[in-house]
């Protein structure tokens, strides 16, 4: 069934002109594991959006999980957690959908939202569209705050 919804997926995004890569350059992607590449602006280096489906096995008898996960390009100075928390928290108020979640392993910040699906439901393009939109605006949508934590020396651009 997985495979499936990921069939369905993937199907949906390209159709949405969304570059989609089974696989890419060093980035270990699990089974039914996609890069999605999406560019804001053409002079803009472009961003890349992990997809996959789990759990590994068909563990679950009725459902099926689609996480989205983007790595933020930033991470934290270290006598700035309070601040960036404090503002990640504001953030994840106002998110729509997903969190943003620091790893305090490196010090960075991700994006992630899991879509629970019933494993017979039909995916379409329109949903599809609807979901990514959410995720890119989530993903876009919040640089600003980031931005400003990068002048006040909060957060530093992963170069």
């Known amino acids: 069934m997985k495979e499936q919804v990921y069939k369905q997926i993937k199907q ?10 089974d696989s890419f350059e060093d980035i270990e992607l699990p089974n039914y594991g996609l890069v999605l590449q999406f560019v ?11 997809f ?18 983007y790595q933020y390009p930033y991470e934290i100075i270290e006598d700035a957690y309070l601040e960036v928390v404090k503002a990640v928290t504001q953030i994840n108020h106002e998110l729509p959908l997903g969190s943003i979640e620091i790893f305090f ?19 379409t393009t329109p949903f599809i569209s609807d979901v990514f939109g959410m995720i890119i605006y989530a993903v ?8 400003v ?11």
């Open 105 to 123: 392993e490196d010090n960075t910040l991700l994006f992630k939202y899991i879509l629970a699906l019933q494993k017979e439901s039909e995916i």
């Open 149 to 159: 934590l990068v002048e006040a020396n909060q957060l530093k651009i992963i170069e």
């Open 52 to 69: 996959s489906i789990l759990p590994d096995e068909d563990e679950l008898d009725g459902s099926v999980f689609v996480q989205w996960a």
């Open 12 to 21: 949906a995004l390209e159709e949405l002109d969304v570059d989609v890569f």
């Open 140 to 147: 876009e949508g919040f640089n600003e705050r980031f931005s």
């Open 40 to 50: 804001e602006d053409e002079e803009e280096v472009p961003q890349n959006i992990l």
